[in-house]
């Protein structure tokens, strides 16, 4: 399990946590970087002193390296990304914009620049401004999303650029971690299976929902807005789709779902909050702790890599 990622990261293993909005926190992080992968603090729309202190409280808990996830719409990005550098993370990954206005500052300091690429194009601008990586997401994943899936982007992406590829979107399990060494990627992002694990903080009722999904469970809400989400259905994403289907405005769509994944994550209201989720969710079956479940994830992959040109 040693590839390109494990020494550009210093990680045991190429497993990288998604930096997922109100779920990915300084406790998960902590627990995914004990247990041998990259834990990612979700900086999503949070003010800085907040991510600052999250990284704080990480650094008691673990001396492994770990990475912030900074959005880089949000109207604290220009503050965020400075604390990252101030507070000496080891990695960030970037989402919702391109990080080129700060890749000198966090190269000053020592940071690894990973940003999220949803098509070739982003891939080879985001290498030409000094990426160290790239993570290549396929529409399967949860949250936010692209339209490529896995299958077809990652091994795209990687033919394109020359730094190593973290492939994202639909894996869960060894299964779609060796798949992703096989389509080129040196390393694999997942988030639907971390948000179950013991240390994740969200609530028990958003764990249970996740569980129990089937394949056909989750609805991607806002295409015809240019901004699909995909998330567990409910009785939110069925309003949603039936606004939506009927041309309700983009104010009345974002009225159903504001405050949505908080109400989720929170408050434990999987009816009417936004349980965001990938495809994945039909293969999470079971809580486990951050070392079980990455453990388990490595002692799959290797069985299956065994005897293939990956794995000696």
């Known amino acids: 399990m040693k590839t ?6 210093g990680t045991e293993y190429p497993i990288i946590q998604g930096g997922m909005a109100w779920v990915a926190e300084y406790h998960l992080a902590a627990a995914v970087s004990e247990a041998g992968g990259l834990g990612i603090i979700g900086a999503a729309n949070a003010p800085a002193d907040w991510v600052r202190q999250q990284i704080r409280e990480a650094k008691k808990l673990t001396e492994k390296p770990f990475g912030v996830n ?11 990304a400075k604390v990252a550098a101030e507070e000496g993370v080891k990695v960030v990954t970037t989402g919702a914009g391109s990080p080129e206005k700060y890749m000198k500052m966090w190269k000053d300091a020592g940071i690894k620049v990973i940003p999220v690429v949803a098509s070739v194009a982003l891939a080879r601008r985001m290498e030409r401004c000094g990426a160290d990586a790239v993570i ?8 936010h999303i692209g339209e490529t899936t896995t299958m077809v982007l990652v091994p795209q992406v990687a033919d394109a650029v020359n730094v190593p590829v973290i492939a994202a979107g639909g894996i869960a399990d060894g299964r779609g971690i ?9 390393g694999v992002q997942m988030g639907t299976h971390f948000i179950v694990t013991e240390e994740c903080q969200v ?6 929902m996740i569980i129990k999904a089937r394949d056909i469970d989750t609805r991607v809400t806002g295409r015809t807005t240019g901004h699909p989400v995909r998330a567990l259905r ?7 789709l039936k606004k939506e289907a009927e041309g309700a405005t983009f104010e009345e769509l974002e009225l159903l779902t504001l405050g949505g994944l908080r109400k989720a994550v929170v408050d434990g209201d999987v009816k ?6 990938g495809q994945s969710a039909g293969l999470v079956k079971e809580k486990l702790t951050c070392k079980a479940l990455i453990q388990k994830l490595v002692t799959e992959t290797e069985e299956l890599l065994k005897g293939t040109f990956l794995y000696e």
């Open 4 to 9: 390109e990622i494990t020494q550009l990261l």
């Open 70 to 80: 900074i959005m880089l719409m949000s109207p604290y990005a220009d503050e965020v």
């Open 136 to 143: 290549a997401e396929g529409t399967e994943s949860g949250g």
């Open 178 to 186: 060796a798949a992703a060494f096989m389509l080129g990627a040196q």
């Open 203 to 208: 609530h028990e009722n958003y764990k249970d």
């Open 234 to 240: 409910n009785r939110m994403t069925g309003e949603y």
């Open 272 to 277: 009417t909050g936004s349980v965001m989720s």
